[in-house]
């Protein structure tokens, strides 16, 4: 069975009718396509969780049509931070900035997995947004795909991945950053001084220095663990290997059997008889366009006719560092020649 593809009014009100019945649908966002369901309602989220396959121990990031909503899901420490969350929200809302924050007690307890802090954030896509305001209340949302596969950025990679399993995908076209949105935790620092720091817990769209001016970057590791920033999300089925540009060269003299090959300008010069798919994410170098390219060359390769994928590394400049962090994660969780395939394993 596969999922209708609705675009427009028609699937605005289809989606809305679903969602009130307790039911979960595949949305647009500007990042990649969200699974949605009522954060309200535990059965909801529950479907989600169920759909994707993802264990009850992984929170999901809770969605609203505007910052001025986020009292009904965040109970906030201290003024502060509220003060602090106003000026970020100001910057980049909407947009590809989720918060992590303290979390309201009457959100259910299955949206965070038990924790007490709530992943936010307002998306920019205008169907999403209008679902939410028809709908009138928050919507969990996780990337639209099995737990730890390929994210999907159009309503066929969603098709591919739970079409089976959903009613309803609404269209809104391919997303434009084509990377989840930058995860940010929002600290009140533990000396008891009350101070505020941030730490960046999922690289994205939103960069380190887009950041930097609105406080300190503390360290991840210390403050938080974050079940999706494990090693293994994001996987092809395909063996994948990072490799450095300078030596793209030299792969078809070392490498025996088809493969496919994944470039961030251009194609290494000679095309070896080997190789049977190549992807280019952007011909003319530009960061932003090889990030929106990036899930659906990585998609594309993995389902051709190649026993492995080549992908070379990319400069770690601006949304280049949230290109590479997904890079290697997907080479982690890729069945790397150990025999053990993650797809979804927690285990690195
Ligand atoms: O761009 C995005 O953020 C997309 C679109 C659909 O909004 N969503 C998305 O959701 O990427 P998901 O569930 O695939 O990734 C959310 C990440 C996961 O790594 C999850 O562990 C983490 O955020 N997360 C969510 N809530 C959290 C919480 N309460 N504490 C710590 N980490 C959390
Ligand atoms: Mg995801």
Redesign the pocket.
């Known amino acids: 069975m596969s999922a209708q593809i609705l675009a427009g009014e028609e699937g605005i009100s289809a989606s809305v009718e679903i969602l009130r019945k307790g039911g979960v649908v595949g949305l647009p ?1 500007e ?4 699974l949605a369901g009522d954060a309200f309602q535990p059965t909801a989220v529950a479907r989600i969780f169920e759909a994707k396959g993802r264990p009850l121990t ?4 809770v ?1 609203l049509p505007e910052a001025g909503w986020l009292e009904r899901v965040v109970r906030f420490s201290s003024s502060e931070q509220s003060q602090l969350v106003h000026d970020l929200t100001s910057a980049f809302w909407p947009g ?1 900035l ?1 918060l ?1 924050l303290p979390k309201h007690p009457d959100l259910p307890d299955l949206v ?1 997995a038990g ?1 007490d ?3 936010v ?1 307002v ?1 920019a896509h205008p169907l999403f947004q209008e679902v939410l305001r028809r709908f009138d209340s928050p919507l969990a ?3 639209a795909n099995r737990f730890g596969r390929i994210s999907p950025t159009s309503p066929l990679d969603v098709q591919i991945e739970l079409g089976d399993r959903i009613s309803l995908i609404l269209d809104g076209g391919p997303c434009e950053h084509g990377l ?2 930058t ?1 940010v935790a929002v600290n009140v620092d533990g000396n008891g001084e009350g101070s505020l720091t941030l730490s960046i ?2 690289p994205g769209p939103i960069t380190k220095d887009q950041l930097l001016q609105y406080g300190h970057i503390a360290s991840p590791e210390r403050i ?1 663990n ?4 494990l090693p293994g999300h994001y996987a092809p089925k395909k063996r994948l290997h990072i490799i450095d540009p300078d030596i793209k060269g030299l792969i078809p003299t070392m490498h025996v059997g088809s493969y496919g090959y994944m470039a961030f300008t251009s194609p290494p010069q000679e095309i070896a008889p080997q190789c049977a798919a190549v992807e280019i994410l952007s011909p003319t170098s530009n960061m932003e366009e090889a990030a929106a390219n990036f899930y659906g060359a990585l998609r594309r390769l993995d389902q051709s006719n190649v026993d492995m994928i080549y992908a070379e590394s990319i400069p770690e400049e601006g949304i280049g560092v949230a290109i590479m962090d997904r890079l290697r994660r997907a080479s982690h969780g890729s069945n790397n020649g150990t025999g053990h395939h993650l797809d979804g394993d927690l285990q690195p």
């Open positions: 966002t990042t990649v396509y969200g992984d929170p999901l990031i969605h590809p989720t992590l965070t924790s802090r709530v992943a954030r998306t949302a996780p990337s989840e949105s995860l817990l999922r938080v974050s079940p999706g920033s």
